[in-house]
């Protein structure tokens, strides 16, 4: 999707429209063309009648007299003519525009109904951005991946060979410093928006958008509450923290830390889903008196992006807004969290139904629950998450307490084919750190540098432009 697609759109904007808008457009200049002539035309007719009028060319009557006056109001007529028949013309070609922007709304399962999970239309790559081809991008080597598992693969050689690959390419960072990343190196946002791009037409999934900064997200979370239809949208945004990054102003695009933020709308009830994976480090608390874009005042990475969301002005009686309180990330990869729980909300229509609700919410103060200050919104805390998600957490002892508290959640089989658990998954990802004497799940640590591996592969094999175009997929 081009950046300045409307949130109705899937990840591509609708090629009969992108051509219906270009004939508009060139038809538009040709008809302020033609009217000068037309206009030019009558103002000659008008001058020759007048001139026959005063006798320029004889007497009343005579000869010249008859054809300055004819000759006048045949260019008059036709001039006038004409510009009535541009006018029409415009008309029919709006009314064109009209029903291809009508024909562009992704296809429904029921009137009124963005169906984000069912097959999409294809993402454009193929066409925008040469042969790249997302399935066998995403499945990077077997001996890549057999590196990864074993450790093999050093984070400090991806940086090294990222850095020889991207001199002199004229495309943005797809990775960069990230701080309290292994080398302070991981995706930026343009590599996230490359990976999301990948994601979803490998998925056929429609909606998953990277935001450059929060503000975008107030926009896009306005638009939607505006639309009549339901509607499902995943997004990946920057947040940061007065704590951990001093001086960097509220509404800088500082990239300390990404979430993803999904979107449910049923019924114009809207619901908004923060599923931060980094609940720790002053993070796990909200402050009321700290939602706002106040320059002055300290804020953590959940409490930017709820004062976002306040600043959207959202109706109260229709919008919902949930936090989570489970802490996943305990070693880094913020990015792939986001890039992941975005995928699973988009690929499981179920997934908010797998969500479990403190009854009350705890607060750091007296009172019981916490509301956004500007529109009066409740928050309400996530205890649980799906499956699916929790597989990415990186504490062993989380998860199984996890799997202890809610077991018919946690044992609950998904993937794509629908018979994979969390059990099974954690025995594959799960390995004995032999210094601190523990077992991790080392699930994320593997994407991360997976994700970084399929950057270097597409900067082996795209061009610069094919990169740009992926990106503008679903940057905005």
Not at 14 to 25: F, I, P, R
Not at 383 to 406: H, R, W
């Amino acid at each position: 999707m081009s950046k300045s697609s409307s949130i109705g759109d899937g990840p591509n904007a609708s090629s009969a429209l992108d051509s219906s808008v270009k004939n508009t457009q060139t038809l538009s200049a040709k008809s302020k063309y033609a009217i000068v002539a037309f206009i030019i035309s009558g103002v000659a007719g008008i001058v020759l009648i007048a001139l026959g009028i005063t006798n320029m060319f004889g007497s009343i009557g005579s000869l010249g007299f008859i054809a300055s006056t004819a000759g006048g109001g045949t260019l008059v007529c036709v001039a006038i003519g004409g510009v009535l028949l541009i006018a029409v013309s415009n008309c029919k070609n709006q009314k064109q525009l009209s029903e291809s922007e009508k024909m562009s709304t992704p296809p429904s399962g029921k009137k009124g109904h963005v169906d984000t999970t069912a097959p999409a239309k294809s993402t454009g790559i193929s066409e925008s951005a040469g042969n790249i081809d997302p399935i066998q991008l995403l499945n990077i080597s077997s001996e890549k991946k057999k590196n990864i598992v074993d450790g093999r693969l050093s984070q400090k050689a991806v940086k090294d060979e990222y850095g020889a690959l991207k001199k002199g390419r004229n495309i943005p960072e797809l990775c960069g410093f990230n701080q309290w990343s292994p080398e302070n190196f991981n995706l930026l946002t343009p590599g996230i928006a490359a990976i999301a791009t990948l994601l979803s037409d490998k998925h056929k999934l429609r909606n998953l958008w990277v935001c450059r900064n929060l503000s975008i997200l107030q926009n896009r979370l306005q638009e939607i509450q505006s639309l009549p239809q339901d509607q499902r949208h995943a997004f990946i945004v920057p947040t940061h923290s007065s704590k951990y990054s001093i001086g960097h102003k509220k509404t800088e695009n500082w990239e300390q830390h990404i979430v993803a933020i999904c979107v449910e709308k049923v019924e114009g009830n809207m619901h908004i889903y923060l599923l931060e994976s980094m609940v720790a480090y002053g993070n796990e608390i909200i402050t009321q008196d700290q939602i706002n874009l106040d320059e002055q005042k300290p804020f953590t990475e959940q409490e930017l992006m709820l004062a976002f969301i306040d600043a959207a002005k959202l109706d109260r009686d229709t919008t919902s807004v949930y936090t989570s309180a489970i802490r996943r990330e305990f070693a880094g990869g913020c990015s792939t969290f986001a890039l992941r729980d975005a995928l699973y909300f988009l690929r499981d229509r179920q997934f908010t139904k797998k969500l479990v609700f403190a009854k009350s919410r705890a607060s750091t103060v007296a009172d019981t629950s916490i509301t956004l200050p500007n529109t009066r919104i409740d928050l309400q805390m996530i205890t649980a998450l799906p499956p699916q998600c929790m597989q990415l957490t990186q504490s062993i002892s989380t998860v199984e307490k996890y799997q202890k508290e809610y077991p018919d959640i946690a044992n609950q089989a998904f993937g794509s084919d629908g018979n994979k658990t969390l059990s099974q998954n954690l025995a594959k990802s799960t390995v004995i750190n032999p210094v601190a004497n523990r077992r991790e799940n080392h699930r994320i640590a593997r994407a991360v540098l997976k994700y970084q591996c399929v950057i270097l592969e597409l900067l082996k094999c795209a061009t610069d432009s094919e990169i740009q175009s992926l990106i503008g997929q679903t940057l905005i």
